[in-house]
């Protein structure tokens, strides 16, 4: 298997078992086939947009219905190759090249499949423990159990029309953020928190330190924004939720975003833009990424002034990275901005605000799921198939889905290989 055969495979593989997740949604509820297919990719994806809203309630659906949103969720975080590495593919070069199509690095243990025996582990540890802190917070059960499933897996679908915000809980709210950060980390970082009984590479980790730093400066900004309408105390209330859940792609929501001023959703929208860190459950650019094109750019003012004659790199933490991974890195994000805004352009086109198309179409390809209400089932056909894609593409980070739709595409033009005397 060479690397494409593997970018096909993961690629087709998220199309099937949103094709698999949506049956029982359209058999169990009131959605269309369309629709139902959306809510499974949204679900599989770890977005989080729903159909579920305007006439369609959530709180409506049956319990088994419930819990099988979440499931997929949950087990879609942490990745359908990972999945399928441990119940069906043997250990080999054909699944670490699955393992790296889905658009994962890390190598914890010394082979692919210990190293996913090990984050599942870890995966199933975190889950025990949220499912319990949700519960000694005043959580019913059930409910501790689907909002566990979908915040650590930071998909952020609730059983609640209103989402988080239905419960009023500052306790909940804490525990929901402790869960979304916890699946926005590196599981590298987990393992070595867990496993090796160290706290100084989490304290260290450049990508935690980014998700805090980037959070606290767009936190500030967002209360004195929120202030206007809100006291502080409760701006600083609803302002450190939503960008916990924007940055680590959760989706969870305390309040209505699509009555935010264009300001506070724009903060919103470069929060979903930058992501969570690499080898998490979390989506859109990454943190590393993040990190590297702005030491780039610090990089280039400084070789202005320094001597022609003088060496100069990019190091995060103890790596060093090569001129051909800033370039990397700086492709990936100037590919996926391009997309973002060729669909928000189409959400436009359909007759939507230039913010909220911007915001919706950041949050499905980010893998996010907050809405300003664009998302439903009286949505333009298009506009569904973009999202759809959108949910698509940024679950794989674009590459692999272009190389299956090249593939795709070009198939009827190929000629079969004759063999000729």
Not at 211 to 237: Q, W
Request: aromatic share 10%.
């Amino acid at each position: 298997m060479q690397i494409r055969h593997a970018m096909m495979i993961s690629s087709l593989a998220w199309l099937i078992v949103a094709f698999v997740g949506s049956i029982p949604l359209y058999l169990l509820s009131d959605l269309s086939f369309f629709d139902a297919y959306f809510e499974a990719m949204s679900a599989w994806t770890g977005t989080g947009l729903t159909m579920f809203t305007e006439t369609l309630s959530v709180e409506t659906l049956p319990n088994i219905l419930l819990l099988w949103r979440s499931i997929q969720q949950w087990a879609g975080g942490i990745g359908v190759i990972l999945v399928a590495m441990i119940v069906l593919i043997r250990p080999g070069v054909s699944a670490a090249r699955l393992y790296l199509a889905e658009a994962r690095a890390e190598k914890i243990k010394p082979t692919f499949v210990s190293t996913v025996k090990v984050i599942w582990k870890i995966y199933v540890v975190y889950t025990v423990v949220g499912i319990i802190l949700f519960v000694l917070v005043g959580m019913p059960l059930f409910d501790s159990i689907n909002h566990c499933l979908t915040g650590l897996g930071t998909g952020g679908m609730s059983i609640k029309d209103s989402s988080l915000a239905y419960y009023d809980s500052v306790n909940i709210e804490i525990v929901a953020i402790f869960l979304m950060i916890l699946g926005a980390i590196n599981f590298t970082i987990h393992y070595k928190l867990l496993y090796k009984r160290k706290l100084r590479p989490l304290l260290r980790d450049v990508q935690v330190q980014a998700l805090f730093a980037i959070s606290g400066l767009f936190i500030l900004i967002l209360i004195a924004d929120l202030s206007k309408v809100y006291y502080p105390l409760e701006a600083t209330r609803r302002a450190l939720f939503q960008v916990f859940s924007a940055i680590t792609c959760c989706g969870f929501s305390t309040d209505v975003i699509a009555n935010w001023s264009d300001i506070s959703k724009l903060l919103i929208i470069l929060l979903m833009i930058c992501g969570g860190g690499a080898g998490s459950t979390a989506g859109a650019v990454k943190l590393v990424r993040i990190v590297v094109v702005f030491k780039m750019l610090v990089l280039q003012i400084r070789r202005a002034l320094l001597p022609r004659n003088a060496i100069t790199t990019i190091k995060i933490g103890e790596t060093s990275f090569s001129d051909k991974d800033v370039l990397e890195a700086l492709l990936f994000t100037l590919v996926y901005l391009v997309f973002l805004l060729v669909g928000a352009f189409i959400l436009m086109w359909l007759g939507n605000g230039s913010m909220n198309s911007f915001f919706e179409m950041a949050s499905a390809q980010g893998n996010v799921g907050l809405s300003v209400g664009i998302t439903g089932p009286s949505l333009n056909p298009v506009g569904k198939v973009v999202l759809t894609l959108g949910m698509w593409m940024g679950r794989l980070e674009i590459i692999p889905t272009l190389v299956f739709l090249a593939n795709v595409a070009l198939k009827p033009f190929k000629r079969p290989n004759t063999l000729t005397e």
